[in-house]
């Protein structure tokens, strides 16, 4: 039996021990409370300093002369960091906490009493239930205790975190500082770090790490505060990214309460033609064109001074004294007393819209003109506008003898890309649980569905395709869509979804000469595969994306900005994005004319979002239902409006 168990058995049995030890650790005798026990001699336990760990030696000095106190753990309630380090040693078989007072004795030796205390004094509520991660350090910079938020969080179990060097799973962020590892010695230190998970995976969090020292200055441990800023950070990034595509697209400019300008964006400084060092601290009367009235800006003033939004048509003139036009929000930021103290201007150009209006204008005024010349001799040929009347008749009975002819080719074009798209009772076969929402804008469509399944191999393709266009044109696409996807994974026998896309790519261009002409059509699409018997599921996308739900969590897997087929700036390949496959996995796919569709009060655009929350809110019904949801939002939301796209949306689960 190890002198560890001997202490816990000791101890489960008497529930109070009382240890003599030498000047050099070793156990002289041990006592209960009912006297020495003879079983457990100093023959038995060596050394007292051994069982405990080194680090107990620091408070047990050779001047043993001294009283002894009790090493109060500030961050604890009267505990002695001794217990702690005793605990954490004995805590895989421990079912309790441990209190060790030491006291001096004659002939220079040391009592320690090891006293049971029933409830775990270290897993108290108030450091479990603090919203961070909490960790306590010896001078090894090892681990000797963490708060249950720590094993949370980071997925370690006591068994792999206690007496784990610290440097092993929270490293500093290169990529924020260029310092060292965490460095305990520090008073203090707080900064940025990658926290490494159990499981591999990483979190960013912030560190404030700090040594505690007894009355004598003596080092106790160090704690160490982590706050996980993980989320924070992808948020931070993503504002970042919608800065940059606001910068991109708009004339942003800021001024003081006065109407100072204190920032500029690249964009304003290429409309004005002024740099940015000219524009700072000046006003935008350096702007001023002649075209609106004092009352104009007046106006404006007063609506924005007063906390409220102001928008409109501005005419502005660059530094070149050339005229551009403008169409401005203006945002006050009003301070705790109500008062304007920034406001942030977002402006667009709409310089040709303008050029535009003037010439409808121009035009229409003359058009006025020109009907007034004409209408004297209107009247003089009214007697040859009746006779041309008759003509126009019999002309009409042929026109709509001829959209007939035509709505009859159209009506049997559909025939045709029916008789195309993959059969419906087939895909039960392989996937029992799924549905298909298709409807067509107009009598044929540019969205069509396909799928197949490779016996040899067990993979099952799906694939949801928007092509150029909708109506005859789409059609024609889609009849080119098919044939190359048929082409591709029947006759090429190409399974991988990344290569699908890029052979299809390959032959949109080629089949369109889109090297030597100005054709610019083409299609987005996204590409499940389901590979049974390697019990995977792999997707790319040419711009659609796919929405997975495993488990209950939710991944929404974007494609590669990039469409089979139209003008591309550079070639890059598509990526293969793979999940395990595991049962009950719902997988949707879709083109955009679901959430583009235009409907609700306002007449706005359903949106992506509204989609996926519409979907997984309802992802626990059986697909049929699934897909008379879909269809009963859709119409709601439409209303009396019209349909503008071809709408596609393709639901599966294994």
């Given at each position: 039996m190890s002198e560890k168990n001997k202490i816990i058995d000791l101890l489960n049995l008497k529930e109070q021990i009382f240890i003599k030890v030498n000047r050099e650790s070793i156990i002289q005798h041990v006592f209960s409370d009912e006297g020495k026990l003879s079983s457990f001699s100093k023959s038995e336990f060596k050394n007292f300093k051994e069982l405990i760990g080194t680090s107990l030696g620091e408070y047990f000095p050779i001047e043993l002369q001294s009283y002894i106190t009790e090493v109060v753990f500030k961050t604890f309630h009267s505990h002695t960091i001794a217990s702690l380090t005793f605990n954490q040693i004995l805590h895989t078989e421990l079912p309790f906490s441990i209190k060790m007072q030491a006291m001096p004795l004659e002939n220079s030796q040391v009592g320690i009493w090891l006293s049971v205390y029933k409830e775990d004094y270290i897993s108290t509520p108030f450091y479990e239930k603090i919203p961070v991660m909490l960790l306590y350090l010896n001078q090894e910079e090892e681990v000797i205790w963490a708060n249950k938020q720590f094993y949370r969080k980071s997925k370690f179990d006591a068994d792999q975190l206690v007496t784990e060097h610290v440097r092993e799973f929270l490293k500093i962020n290169l990529k924020i500082s260029q310092r060292d590892a965490l460095k305990i010695k520090d008073s203090s230190i707080r900064t940025e770090y990658k926290l490494i998970c159990a499981d591999k995976s990483e979190l960013i969090v912030i560190v404030s790490a700090v040594n505690q020292y007894d009355e004598e200055e003596n080092f106790l441990c160090t704690s160490v505060v982590v706050r996980d800023v993980t989320q924070m950070k992808l948020t931070q990034i993503e504002l970042e990214y919608q800065k940059l595509a606001i910068d991109e697209s708009a004339i942003v400019a800021?001024?003081?309460?006065k109407g100072n300008i204190i920032y500029a964006n690249d964009k304003f400084c290429?409309?004005?033609?002024?740099?940015?060092?000219?524009?700072?601290?000046?006003?935008?009367?350096?702007?001023?064109?002649?075209?609106?009235?004092?009352?104009?800006?007046?106006?404006?003033?007063?609506?924005?001074?007063?906390?409220?939004?102001?928008?409109?048509?501005?005419?502005?003139?660059?530094?070149?004294g050339n005229i551009y036009w403008v169409y401005t929000t203006i945002i006050p930021y009003m301070d705790e007393k109500n008062r304007p103290y920034r406001y942030q201007a977002i402006r667009f150009e709409i310089t040709k819209r303008k050029e535009l209006e003037t010439e409808i204008v121009h035009y229409t005024k003359g058009l006025e003109r020109l009907v007034k010349d004409r209408t004297q001799e209107l009247h003089q040929k009214?007697?040859?506008?009746?006779?041309?009347?008759?003509?126009?008749?019999?002309q009409n009975e042929k026109l709509h003898s001829k959209n007939r002819y035509i709505q009859k080719s159209i009506n049997y074009a559909k025939r045709i890309q029916d008789s195309i798209l993959p059969s419906e009772d087939i895909l039960p076969i392989y996937l029992q649980k799924h549905f298909i929402l298709f409807k067509p804008k107009d009598i044929v469509s540019g969205d069509f569905y396909w799928w197949h399944h490779n016996k040899e191999s067990g993979c099952t393709i799906i694939s949801a395709i928007d092509c150029t266009g909708h109506g005859v044109p789409g059609a024609f696409?889609?009849?080119?869509?098919?044939?190359?996807l048929d082409e591709t994974v029947k006759t090429k026998n190409i399974?991988?979804?990344?290569?699908?896309?890029?052979?299809?790519?390959?032959?949109?261009?080629?089949?369109?000469?889109?090297?030597?002409?100005?054709?610019?059509?083409?299609?987005?699409?996204?590409?499940?595969?389901?590979?049974?018997?390697?019990?995977?599921?792999?997707?790319?996308?040419?711009?659609?994306?796919?929405?997975?739900?495993?488990?209950?969590?939710?991944?929404?897997?974007?494609?590669?900005?990039?469409?089979i087929g139209g003008k591309q700036l550079f070639s890059r390949e598509f990526t293969t994005h793979e999940f395990d496959w595991i049962e009950g996995t719902q997988i949707y796919l879709f083109s955009d004319g679901y959430q583009d569709q235009f409907g609700g009060h306002n007449g706005q655009k359903f949106m992506r979002?509204?989609?996926?929350?519409?979907?997984?809110?309802?992802?626990?019904?059986?697909?049929?239902?699934?897909?008379?949801?879909?269809?009963?939002?859709?119409?709601?939301?439409?209303?009396?409006?019209?349909?503008?796209?071809?709408?596609?949306?393709?639901?599966?689960?294994?």
């Open positions: 800021a001024t003081d309460a290429e409309i004005t033609k002024y740099s940015r060092e000219e524009v700072l601290g000046q006003n935008h009367r350096i702007l001023k064109s002649k075209h609106h009235s004092d009352a104009f800006f007046t106006n404006m003033w007063k609506i924005i001074s007063s906390g409220k939004v102001w928008q409109g048509e501005i005419c502005n003139i660059n530094k070149d009214t007697e040859l506008l009746e006779e041309s009347y008759a003509k126009s008749i019999e696409m889609s009849m080119i869509g098919s044939t190359l399974s991988n979804p990344a290569h699908i896309l890029k052979e299809m790519q390959e032959q949109i261009a080629d089949i369109l000469q889109q090297n030597i002409t100005n054709n610019r059509d083409g299609m987005d699409m996204n590409i499940i595969v389901l590979n049974q018997k390697k019990r995977k599921i792999y997707f790319a996308g040419a711009k659609n994306p796919v929405f997975l739900i495993q488990n209950g969590k939710e991944y929404w897997v974007k494609g590669d900005r990039m469409s979002k509204n989609l996926k929350e519409l979907i997984s809110k309802n992802r626990h019904l059986s697909m049929v239902k699934q897909k008379e949801v879909l269809a009963e939002t859709l119409e709601k939301w439409q209303g009396n409006y019209n349909q503008i796209d071809d709408i596609l949306v393709m639901g599966f689960e294994l």
